[in-house]
């Protein structure tokens, strides 16, 4: 075998080679690295049900708001006080405890017997005042998820962000050797609660994305034994083979309308960029070249691509109108830059920078520049943007363990989220 076609047969199935033997019931846990600089004190004082106090809400908005990195949240051991709604906070008293703002709730029936309210007051305790108040509504069985709103409008209301604590994220794991190993795709919060299994193969599964509108995922499976992109309603469990062509299938990609899909595929020769009509069924090559161009990622306004490409030699990564055309280089810093997203608002673009014996999460301009380093592992890969932005979740290498790992774009905070017994690959942040 050449050695270029051996290297470019690494290239592509390194992420198979990476995960490894893991345990399909793998439950993520969260453990904060790194803190924030500047974090807001604040306190989430249990939810009141009937008049007496209720567990069922206010640690999953703690644990929501203590892991952004955000805010620093007061254990309860230390409450001065707990009041419960209509009443509000002595604020003199939170004053003194080093607190800037108390949230108090409850918990109302709805009118119907499976609805219920969630009601609380967000309160500034140095100045004295409300800074907002909500009702939430949410079903019997959807109390977790109800905690991620409220902890949403919490975010929003205090950092001016939008917040993520109520999306999902989507991650392969897989367990057993030989014929009996088993690959799952599943979907669980951004807590790493309430996982879902969407598919089951004995072949890999790779490169889950979620579409625009949170209700498709796109992903590479080899259950008959070749490359195939699949799209999966998770509503219905419906999936739809969209592209099987011969030699790679892989990389999907969803444009920001949802309507087509950016895929590498081999079938013409070396691997290239090509753009797929979802419904059409119509496919369009994008670049056309003898080297590697694989690992498209939409622009958010849908008008360009970021690839990765060794046309120059080594990976490096380009950008190239979705429209076609000669890709122009973007990177310069290194000998190896790949997998590059851009943020929503199309202003950064995120990527696996090599060098010095290691790969990490780089940050830089869209439209090139010096790369920032946010980590300092041995092995991080597959960076993927938050839906705010503000936030960058990554595969990492760390003494036999692969957790998945996330870390703020300033590079300040960081946190892993591990897997009790497993590791997992390949995780995609809903919108």
Request: proline residues 6%; contains cysteine; negative net charge.
């Amino acid at each position: 075998m050449k050695i270029r076609s051996f290297l470019r047969l690494c290239w592509f199935i390194g992420g198979l080679l990476l995960m490894g033997s893991f345990p399909v019931h793998a439950e993520l846990m969260v453990d904060i690295t790194q803190g924030g600089d500047g974090a807001m004190p604040i306190a989430v004082l249990p939810f009141s049900a009937l008049g007496v106090p209720s567990g069922s809400l206010s640690p999953v908005i703690a644990s929501d708001l203590e892991g952004s990195g955000k805010f620093v949240v007061m254990p309860a051991s230390r409450f001065p006080e707990q009041p419960f709604m209509p009443a509000h906070p002595d604020f003199s008293l939170w004053q003194q405890q080093g607190q800037e703002h108390v949230v108090i709730g409850r918990i109302v029936q709805g009118s119907q017997s499976d609805t219920l309210y969630a009601e609380f007051v967000l309160y500034d305790v140095i100045q004295g005042r409300e800074v907002l108040s909500e009702r939430v509504p949410f079903k019997v069985n959807e109390t977790r998820h109800a905690g991620h709103r409220i902890a949403d409008l919490i975010y929003k209301a205090l950092t001016g962000e939008r917040g993520v604590f109520n999306t999902r994220v989507a991650y392969v794991s897989a367990s057993g050797d030989g014929n009996d190993r088993e690959y799952r795709l599943l979907v669980a919060d951004t807590d790493g609660e309430d996982p879902k299994v969407v598919m089951t193969s004995p072949e890999p599964i790779m490169s889950p994305t979620w579409s625009p509108d949170g209700k498709k995922i796109a992903y590479v499976s080899f259950e008959d034994h070749a490359a195939a992109v699949f799209v999966q309603n998770l509503g219905s469990g419906e999936r739809q083979k969209v592209s099987s062509h011969s030699g790679i299938n892989g990389a999907p990609s969803w444009s920001p309308d949802g309507t087509q899909l950016a895929l590498t595929l081999s079938k013409d020769g070396s691997p290239d960029i090509y753009i797929l009509g979802i419904v059409s069924g119509t496919l369009r090559r994008v670049t056309k070249d003898d080297s590697i161009e694989t690992e498209a990622s939409w622009s958010p306004d849908g008008r360009s691509l970021v690839l990765t490409s060794d046309r120059g030699g080594k990976p490096q990564l380009y950008v190239v109108s979705a429209q076609g055309g000669e890709p122009r280089r973007l990177t310069y810093d290194g000998a190896y830059n790949a997998r590059g997203v851009f943020s929503p608002d199309g202003r950064k673009i995120a990527m696996v920078h090599g060098g010095d014996g290691g790969y990490r999460i780089g940050l830089m301009d869209a439209e090139g520049g010096d790369i920032k380093l946010l980590t300092a592992g041995r092995l991080d890969e597959s960076p993927a943007f938050a839906p705010n932005g503000q936030f960058i979740l990554y595969s990492r290498k760390d003494s036999g363990h692969d957790p998945l790992a996330m870390v703020s774009i300033d590079g300040r905070f960081k946190k892993n989220i591990k897997i009790k017994g497993g590791d997992v690959r390949g995780a995609s942040w809903s919108p």
